[in-house]
């Protein structure tokens, strides 16, 4: 079986990505990061991402959240774009994502918590069942 607890990417950080100095303009890695969650949201469950929103009416806001900015990138960078899951409660999940040059060098780190939502009421629901079971089932 592939964890798919720990996820990566490579990406290359683009013009649009930058602010006039040719640096990430730091709003962005969270561009970067939501679309490595969508990508590995598709690859965890056969629902995907899209019909998790718009079929099934169910939300994943972002309820709190840690930024780190260690270095920086700059246009034409080639890094990693790195997710793992830290903790999975029943109504939310804990995710460690990470920017990381080719060489090594963390650029930036995001511990963000997410909690899932009926986009109805938009009040807090407990994980469905799918992703529940997607997540806990590789978890030591």
């Known amino acids: 079986m592939v964890n798919l607890l720990k996820f990566a990417l490579p990406h290359k950080i683009r013009f649009s990505e930058c602010d006039p100095a040719g640096i ?22 056969s629902m995907g991402y899209a019909n998790y929103i718009s079929k099934h009416r169910f939300g994943l806001p972002t309820v709190h959240l840690e930024a780190e900015f260690k270095a920086i990138s700059r246009m ?15 109504k939310s999940l804990k995710l460690l994502q990470r920017c990381i040059s080719k060489n090594g060098e963390l650029r930036m780190r995001v511990m963000q918590t997410y909690v899932t939502t009926s986009l109805d009421t938009h009040r807090a629901i407990p994980i469905p069942d799918e992703l529940y079971y997607a997540l806990t089932r590789q978890m030591p």
Not at 27 to 44: A, H, I, K, R, S
Not at 76 to 90: H, I, K, M, P, Y
């Open 76 to 90: 034409g960078d080639e890094v990693n774009l790195e997710l793992a899951v830290e903790q999975v409660g029943r």
């Open 24 to 45: 990430v303009f730091y709003p962005q890695y969270f561009v970067m990061f939501n679309n490595l969650l969508e990508t590995w949201f598709d690859e965890l469950t």
